[in-house]
């Protein structure tokens, strides 16, 4: 560089802009601003500047100029209602004695407006397993170009992302988020804008917390009204624990909401929470789990077994429920429960009344005309008396049931005429008798004793069976000495046993 033209620059720089220190722009409350609220942009200079100047980006003339507050090294530019004309990139300068100051950095002003409905759901739940990762997906039936998800909270942060089209209206965008750790709260809003216009956001969606599950020991969830529920019916959940949980929140797979609430303690040592769902509706249908917490931590525990809720008269098929050979069954031998139905079911579920096991599942099969499914249960043992039901589902919707079946009930088989054999006890020796079932009233029982298992003992009396209480059971263990509370009582009082004989000593 010549010095000729080192000295002049030198002269110029006293006087050409960029020789006074560069001014700051910033917004209060925020740069992003909801419309209609009011916000404040400040423009700072040095000590006797005389005048500040905003400009808008896209536009040549000032967008206002305005005196400078005491001491005078910066204005204020009041917007009392933020407006979508309000939205852009600003920068401010200053004129001192000595000319115009440089340009400020721009601040873009971004205005947030709510159109669109804009959603934001956790894929496939907000509660993630620590150190795994969710999906977030936000969607508006708007058609935005692109969505940004912020992170609110301690560490802020944003992503932006191109929409896709969905299927027929609206746009939605995903975003793959993790692995997530439970060291600090994981809250999301999203955002849509059109590419034209960056700074018109429309938004925001609902905040959407996380929750992260640790590894402290898992709670248990049930459901008192059992897993089979009727529309309309009462829901509520309990989630408990006995690690002395303070809070409990629930997830159901799919859906948007988290609840929680605080542990109470019915008793000493546990924890539990309730959680009324309302009365059921078919959206009340899926799978659902439950965390413990404690207040002032954002670590959850490890997530309790799924509980599978299903609503059952959604699909207009009652199926029928039989037991093969026939519900009397001795302990030890085999019984085959089969549901059947002429309409499509692709899964039969087999329920069990009082049962806190979830329900049998099994594939139905197509045959004979017939959808059907055989529970088998062998060799049946005490624990396998009860009441059953069963019911159907199709795979597209697998928490939404057929209405019941009737119920049949495997301990006592007397009125349903389908039962035929079992042990009972006369004088404390176990022998083997035939019934025959004649229908739903009890009816006088018809008592033989069987030809291929000749009693050992000499056979009781008819008169000694005719006042006998005859207690029609089954489940009985072969060979074991039985209470008479086992037993369903069967009254066989009046009945002629003629075709009794005595078979043995006699
Ligand atoms: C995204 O992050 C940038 C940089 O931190 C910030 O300036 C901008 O305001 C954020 N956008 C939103 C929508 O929060
Ligand atoms: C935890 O928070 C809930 C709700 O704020 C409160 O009712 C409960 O007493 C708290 N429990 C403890 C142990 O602080
Ligand atoms: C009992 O068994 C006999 C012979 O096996 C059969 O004929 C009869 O139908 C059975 N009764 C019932 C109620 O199942």
Redo the contacts with the bound molecule.
């Keep these: 560089m010549t010095p000729t033209l080192t000295a002049l620059l030198c002269l110029a720089s006293d006087f050409l802009p960029g020789t006074l220190p560069k001014p700051t722009l910033w917004a209060e409350p925020d740069s992003m601003i909801a419309l209609g609220s009011p916000v404040t942009i400040w423009c700072q200079g040095t000590l006797g500047a005389k005048e500040y100047r905003l400009d808008k980006e896209g536009s040549s003339e000032p967008w206002d100029t305005q005196k400078p507050l005491e001491p005078g090294d910066k204005a204020k530019f009041n917007i009392p209602f933020v407006t979508e004309q309000n939205a852009g990139r600003y920068r401010c300068s200053y004129h001192s004695p000595a000319g115009w100051s440089e340009r400020s950095d721009p601040l873009e002003l971004v205005v947030t407006a709510p159109y669109g409905e804009l959603t934001l759901t956790a894929l496939p739940s907000p509660a993630v397993i620590s150190g795994g990762k969710v999906t977030l997906q936000c969607g508006s039936w708007l058609e935005f170009d692109k969505f940004i998800l912020t992170k609110e909270g301690e560490q802020k942060f944003n992503w932006t992302q191109d929409s896709q089209q969905h299927s027929y209206r609206g746009s939605q965008a995903l975003f793959p988020v993790g692995p997530v750790t439970p060291s600090h709260r994981w809250m999301f809003r999203c955002y849509g804008y059109q590419r034209n216009n960056p700074w018109v956001l429309a938004g925001p969606s609902d905040l959407l917390e996380l929750l992260v599950s640790g590894s402290s020991r898992k709670p248990s969830l049930l459901s008192p009204q059992g897993p089979v529920l009727a529309l309309g019916q009462n829901l509520i959940l309990q989630c408990r624990s006995d690690v002395g949980y303070?809070?409990f929140a629930l997830s159901q797979e799919g859906g948007r909401g988290l609840p929680q609430r605080?542990?109470r303690q019915p008793q000493a040592g546990l924890t539990q929470a309730e959680f009324p769902l309302g009365p059921v509706s078919h959206s009340h249908g899926g799978q659902y789990r439950c965390y413990g917490g404690?207040?002032?931590s954002s670590k959850w525990s490890a997530p309790s077994d799924p509980l599978d809720i299903l609503i059952a008269g959604q699909i207009p098929d009652t199926p029928s429920l039989s037991a093969q050979p026939g519900p009397m069954v001795a302990s030890g031998e085999d019984v085959t429960l089969l549901c059947q139905s002429s309409r499509r079911i692709d899964t039969f579920l087999l329920t069990k009344e009082g049962a806190t096991d979830p329900p049998l599942r099994l594939r139905s099969k197509y045959k004979a005309r017939r959808y059907q499914a055989e529970f088998s249960m062998s060799p049946v043992t005490s624990a396998h008396g009860g009441t059953y039901r069963c019911y159907g589902s199709r795979s597209h919707s697998p928490y939404l049931l057929s209405l019941s079946s009737d119920p049949l009930d495997l301990s006592q088989g007397a009125g349903q005429g389908g039962w035929n054999e079992t042990w009972v006890d006369l004088r404390g020796n176990v022998m083997r008798l035939r019934v025959e079932d004649r229908g739903p009233t009890p009816p006088p029982p018809d008592v033989s004793f069987s030809e291929s298992e000749p009693p050992s003992v000499p056979a009781p009396h008819p008169q000694v069976l005719t006042q006998w209480v005859m207690e029609a059971v089954t489940l009985i263990p072969e060979n074991l000495p039985y209470s008479s509370q086992s037993y369903a009582q069967y009254r066989g009082e009046g009945s002629a046993p003629q075709r009794t004989r005595e078979q043995g000593g006699h």
Excluded: A, T
């Design positions: 303070d809070r605080p542990g404690h207040n002032l």
